[in-house]
């Protein structure tokens, strides 16, 4: 067998400094074709808040409200880390093409879903699909451009965000109140197959060396699952389906810390972890991962259920709900995008994310003391707009914090494990806000319907408050009309008021955060032993997958490499090889 000596370090640490610029056109091709599949993701999520009162009334199903968005969330965090690891370890186009099926299948299921259970399945497997469509475009894009030309990237996709939050709402409006809302899910298709069509042609990544032996660590794959399903369960059916004492959520809540617990031991005795401790030495990924739950709580709660509250409480129709949420991406669009160049051109982002966290925290605290069935909706558009700065100043920023700490060997699995933690931020905001608003709600209609008389109450009961949609409320008399909308609007304003400390929370935390000077190389604080070359072609541009050179031949980069500090005040990181394990 005919091998290769490696060159020598001087060398391949002189050629990783000279090395070339990616055409811009190859990288535009493979940016173009992850912001269809992102843009996908994102367009799914906001149409289905805007068509969520009908969908769940028609479905008969608005106890189980909550789990339509938490079982997508649930799903996709699980996955986040696996597809990060998956895509560190083997050929990212083949995932990457499987997640976009996944979320195709998915939304083929939801559209001939006609009870709840097959909803919430339908969701599951969109979820399965969507965890990585998101993770593996931020890592394709960190794969290829530096550090510090990667802000304008990171601010267009966070303005793909913003985009799909105006579109979302307004297209899941229009399309509930016309073709019906099965039709949320059958737009997904056509977007799919763009983005599958996109990633076969563009993206071309070479296949993973087969000479490598990978190691797939399923026992941490599964713990992450037991954990994270067993927390979200737990704030889902705590003190709404069941007492906190009850044996099931005492269960559940065992569950939950011996899945970490173990977990932890496993990730270090296993040789490629999903989400290997060393990132918890960086201060700033802990820093970054710690503010970023707490906004997520906030921004998931707020984006999830808004549009119930409006539709709902003030009896505004499904498209003018979206509509109004578009005061608040207008405010995000540009403060994302705009930041990501000044970023670019400055090099400074510390105070940016620390400025927007404080923001967010405000926005909710305006959300919780002003806003109630009977104000201007005026105030709402204003409180949204508030959000919509913190949230364009802070999240991105964040991102590329945790990217700019790790070389690009790394920074999908760093990039993975800092965004499943935010999700599971974002899903336990949507399942704690979603079961305190549905408790709260079946409380309030349950009083207030018992305060009109016995014989209103007999006639309500017969009716169903799981089938109350938009148009069943507006046709309902005055005096129940107003216990409805009165008991929709307390049941979820007072928990924005609950939430608004967290994001006073992520500014205190991210005033520690290390301003590291941004990357100006691709591979800039990699392992010389390990490099991972970008190339281009006449079509896209070409990640190679990293390769083990040790004698073996057996490991690969997260097995080979010990991650620490060089230097204490640099903020620069060295990875060193590992003796081979005989």
């Given at each position: 067998m005919t091998t290769t000596a490696p060159q020598p370090a001087a060398e391949?640490?002189?050629?990783?400094?000279?090395e070339p610029e990616i055409e811009t056109s190859s990288v535009l091709l493979l940016f173009t074709g992850l912001m269809l599949a992102m843009f996908m993701f994102s367009l799914n999520q906001t149409m289905l808040a805007t068509a969520?009162?009908?969908?769940?009334?028609?479905?008969?199903?608005?106890?189980?409200?909550l789990w339509v968005s938490t079982a997508f969330m649930l799903a996709s965090t699980i996955m986040m880390p696996i597809y990060g690891k998956l895509g560190d370890s083997f050929n990212r186009k083949k995932i990457f093409i499987f997640a976009i099926c996944m979320f195709i299948l998915g939304s083929i299921v939801g559209f001939l879903a006609h009870n709840m259970a097959v909803l919430i399945t339908a969701r599951v497997v969109q979820g399965l699909g969507g965890g990585g469509l998101i993770?593996?475009?931020?890592?394709?894009?960190?794969?290829?451009?530096?550090?510090?030309?990667?802000?304008?990237?990171?601010?267009?996709m966070g303005a793909n965000f913003a985009v799909t939050s105006v579109a979302g709402p307004l297209i899941g409006g229009w399309i509930t109140e016309g073709p019906g809302w099965r039709w949320t899910f059958a737009l997904n298709l056509p977007f799919g197959v763009l983005a599958l069509i996109a990633a076969i042609l563009f993206l071309k990544v070479p296949k993973s060396d087969r000479s490598v032996k990978r190691h797939v660590d399923v026992a941490g794959m599964i713990l992450i699952a037991e954990f994270t399903s067993a927390l979200i369960l737990t704030t889902s059916w705590g003190g709404h389906q069941y007492d906190w004492d009850d044996p099931i959520i005492i269960g559940l809540i065992a569950i939950a810390v011996i899945s970490a617990v173990v977990f932890v031991f496993v990730e270090q005795a296993v040789p490629e972890p999903v989400i290997p401790m060393f990132v918890f030495k960086d201060t700033n990924f802990v820093l970054c991962t710690i503010a970023g739950m707490c906004i997520a709580i906030g921004m998931f709660g707020v984006l999830s259920y808004m549009p119930t509250f409006l539709q709902m409480a003030h009896g505004i129709e499904a498209t003018k709900a979206g509509l109004l949420m578009v005061p608040m991406m207008a405010v995000m669009l540009p403060s994302s995008v705009i930041i990501g160049f000044v970023v670019s051109k400055t090099g400074r982002y510390k105070w940016y994310p620390v400025l927007g966290s404080a923001i967010v925290g405000v926005a909710l605290f305006l959300m919780g003391t002003f806003v109630t069935a009977d104000q201007n909706v005026l105030v709402v558009i204003g409180c949204l707009c508030v959000l919509g700065l913190g949230l364009g100043l802070s999240m991105q920023m964040l991102v590329l914090i945790v990217q700019n700490s790790f070389p690009v060997a790394m920074v999908g699995t760093a990039t993975a494990s800092n965004n499943f933690f935010r999700q599971i931020g974002g899903t336990l905001g949507m399942s704690l806000i979603g079961s305190l608003f549905t408790s709260r709600l079946a409380s309030n209609l349950e009083d207030g319907i018992?305060?009109?008389?016995?014989?209103?109450?007999q006639a309500m009961k017969g009716t169903g408050s799981n089938s109350l949609t938009p148009e069943v409320v507006k046709s309902l008399p005055d005096p129940i009309h107003s216990i409805i909308v009165n008991a929709y609007s307390d049941a979820l304003v007072p928990i924005f008021l609950w939430v608004c400390p967290l994001g006073i929370i992520a500014a205190v935390i991210l005033m520690f955060v290390r301003e590291k000077a941004l990357a100006t190389k691709i591979d800039a604080g990699a392992p010389t032993d390990h490099q991972r070359e970008v190339v281009a072609t006449d079509s896209?541009?070409?990640?190679?997958?990293?390769?083990?050179?040790?004698?073996?031949?057996?490991?690969?980069?997260?097995?080979?490499?010990?991650?620490?500090?060089?230097?204490?005040?640099?903020g620069e990181y060295s990875l060193r090889p590992r003796s081979p394990k005989h």
């Amino acid at each position: 067998m005919t091998t290769t000596a490696p060159q020598p370090a001087a060398e391949r640490q002189h050629s990783a400094e000279e090395e070339p610029e990616i055409e811009t056109s190859s990288v535009l091709l493979l940016f173009t074709g992850l912001m269809l599949a992102m843009f996908m993701f994102s367009l799914n999520q906001t149409m289905l808040a805007t068509a969520l009162p009908t969908i769940v009334g028609d479905l008969n199903g608005v106890d189980q409200m909550l789990w339509v968005s938490t079982a997508f969330m649930l799903a996709s965090t699980i996955m986040m880390p696996i597809y990060g690891k998956l895509g560190d370890s083997f050929n990212r186009k083949k995932i990457f093409i499987f997640a976009i099926c996944m979320f195709i299948l998915g939304s083929i299921v939801g559209f001939l879903a006609h009870n709840m259970a097959v909803l919430i399945t339908a969701r599951v497997v969109q979820g399965l699909g969507g965890g990585g469509l998101i993770i593996l475009s931020q890592a394709l894009i960190a794969a290829v451009v530096p550090a510090r030309k990667r802000g304008p990237y990171m601010g267009i996709m966070g303005a793909n965000f913003a985009v799909t939050s105006v579109a979302g709402p307004l297209i899941g409006g229009w399309i509930t109140e016309g073709p019906g809302w099965r039709w949320t899910f059958a737009l997904n298709l056509p977007f799919g197959v763009l983005a599958l069509i996109a990633a076969i042609l563009f993206l071309k990544v070479p296949k993973s060396d087969r000479s490598v032996k990978r190691h797939v660590d399923v026992a941490g794959m599964i713990l992450i699952a037991e954990f994270t399903s067993a927390l979200i369960l737990t704030t889902s059916w705590g003190g709404h389906q069941y007492d906190w004492d009850d044996p099931i959520i005492i269960g559940l809540i065992a569950i939950a810390v011996i899945s970490a617990v173990v977990f932890v031991f496993v990730e270090q005795a296993v040789p490629e972890p999903v989400i290997p401790m060393f990132v918890f030495k960086d201060t700033n990924f802990v820093l970054c991962t710690i503010a970023g739950m707490c906004i997520a709580i906030g921004m998931f709660g707020v984006l999830s259920y808004m549009p119930t509250f409006l539709q709902m409480a003030h009896g505004i129709e499904a498209t003018k709900a979206g509509l109004l949420m578009v005061p608040m991406m207008a405010v995000m669009l540009p403060s994302s995008v705009i930041i990501g160049f000044v970023v670019s051109k400055t090099g400074r982002y510390k105070w940016y994310p620390v400025l927007g966290s404080a923001i967010v925290g405000v926005a909710l605290f305006l959300m919780g003391t002003f806003v109630t069935a009977d104000q201007n909706v005026l105030v709402v558009i204003g409180c949204l707009c508030v959000l919509g700065l913190g949230l364009g100043l802070s999240m991105q920023m964040l991102v590329l914090i945790v990217q700019n700490s790790f070389p690009v060997a790394m920074v999908g699995t760093a990039t993975a494990s800092n965004n499943f933690f935010r999700q599971i931020g974002g899903t336990l905001g949507m399942s704690l806000i979603g079961s305190l608003f549905t408790s709260r709600l079946a409380s309030n209609l349950e009083d207030g319907i018992k305060s009109l008389g016995p014989q209103v109450a007999q006639a309500m009961k017969g009716t169903g408050s799981n089938s109350l949609t938009p148009e069943v409320v507006k046709s309902l008399p005055d005096p129940i009309h107003s216990i409805i909308v009165n008991a929709y609007s307390d049941a979820l304003v007072p928990i924005f008021l609950w939430v608004c400390p967290l994001g006073i929370i992520a500014a205190v935390i991210l005033m520690f955060v290390r301003e590291k000077a941004l990357a100006t190389k691709i591979d800039a604080g990699a392992p010389t032993d390990h490099q991972r070359e970008v190339v281009a072609t006449d079509s896209i541009a070409v990640v190679e997958q990293p390769v083990s050179l040790t004698p073996s031949g057996t490991s690969s980069v997260s097995d080979e490499i010990a991650y620490e500090k060089a230097k204490q005040g640099a903020g620069e990181y060295s990875l060193r090889p590992r003796s081979p394990k005989h």
